[in-house]
């Protein structure tokens, strides 16, 4: 029933949209973030260079707080061409296009500035453009800096991971880490996993810094131990369907939008992030430890070669990240 919920809440944003403004088109970009994260930000920012690049012809109205469904259900709903555009990320994204899971893999970035020369690079277009043909074409990538595991414990080696729950997105990749990592990786929606630690459900989670502040989840949560696994983009995409049905010029306002909004985005990330470490120990009492990466990276580097076996396409992708590095 709630997905018959869902699709009717998108059918009447679309009527809202389709009178926002006499002979403006106007896209719908739903995402699960409130309105103060930075994501969220970052997307008022394109879609306000979209507006000043087609002199108000094109508008994009953001939904945040999952407004029109969550990332599985925007995805869909983008697929079959009823919802304009969506944010999801990499992790969740392989499920879609096999191209994203190049990005999942712990330890293939070695610095912030690596990540980000992939990101922006023809590797980065590369992966975007791949899913134009499954019902969504990506535009752009957030960075969401580095994800480390936090519980209730220290986690300084693999070790302490061991028998405990750990929720993960539901990914292919991220599962597997935790497997090898000895932990048992258990996918649950972002919206539940709050309460899910509260009670016990799960005996921690990974995310970035800021999911300890924007989502609370450092009143549950009390040690962030730093061991930067992976450094998982955010990514924002268009229906294949509404892209196609834009013109020429409208393209080329979202592409050069959506790029310069990368730029916004990685200035204040840096910022926002660091503030929310600091919120999160003054406020919270959120303990952070520094962690020794060499046995996790030991353990979870068979990945690197289990995904190139299993995909020529990500093959050839890990070997251009990697070279990238060099």
Excluded: C
């Excluded at 998108?10 to 973030?33: F, Q, W, Y």
């Excluded at 300084?156 to 990749?173: A, T, W």
């Excluded at 000895?182 to 899910?196: H, M, V």
């Amino acid at each position: 029933m709630s997905k018959f919920v869902k699709l009717a809440a998108v059918m009447a944003a679309g009527v809202v949209a389709l009178g926002s403004a006499a002979g403006a088109k106007t896209l719908r970009l739903n995402h699960n973030n409130p309105e103060d994260h930075p994501l969220h930000k970052s997307m008022e920012f394109m879609a306000e260079k979209v507006d000043e690049l087609t002199n108000g012809d094109l508008k994009i109205r953001i939904y945040a707080n999952a407004q029109l469904g969550t990332q599985r259900e925007s995805m869909e709903l983008m697929q079959n061409g009823s919802l304009d555009m969506a944010r999801s990320n990499a992790s969740e994204l392989e499920a879609f296009e096999e191209s994203y899971g190049a990005l999942n893999l712990p330890y293939i970035f070695v610095s912030a500035d690596h990540y980000y020369d992939v990101l922006t690079s023809d590797i980065g277009t590369d992966i975007l453009e791949a899913s134009a043909d499954k019902g969504f074409v990506g535009l752009a990538f957030y960075i969401e800096g580095a994800r480390s595991f936090y519980a209730n414990k220290e986690i300084r080696s693999p070790k302490d991971l061991e028998g405990m729950k750990i929720r993960v997105q539901p990914s292919p990749s991220a599962i597997r880490m935790v497997e090898l990592l000895g932990g048992n990786p258990t996918p649950i929606a972002w919206g539940e996993l709050y309460s899910a630690l509260q009670q016990g459900v799960v005996d921690g989670a990974e995310n970035n810094p800021m999911a300890l502040t924007s989502a609370r989840h450092g009143e549950v949560s009390k040690v962030y131990s730093d061991d930067g696994h992976t450094m998982i983009p955010s990514v924002v995409m268009i229906s294949t369907k509404t892209w196609n049905d834009l013109s020429d010029e409208h393209k080329d306002a979202i592409r050069k939008a959506a790029r310069e909004s990368m730029d916004f985005h990685r200035e204040q990330w840096d910022a926002m992030s660091a503030a929310a470490v600091e919120t999160a120990k003054s406020e919270l009492g959120v303990k952070f430890i520094e962690v020794e990466k060499g046995p996790f990276i030991e353990a979870v580097l068979p990945m690197h070669e289990e995904a190139a076996q299993k995909s020529p396409v990500v093959a050839d992708l890990i070997k251009r990240i990697k070279d990238a590095a060099e």
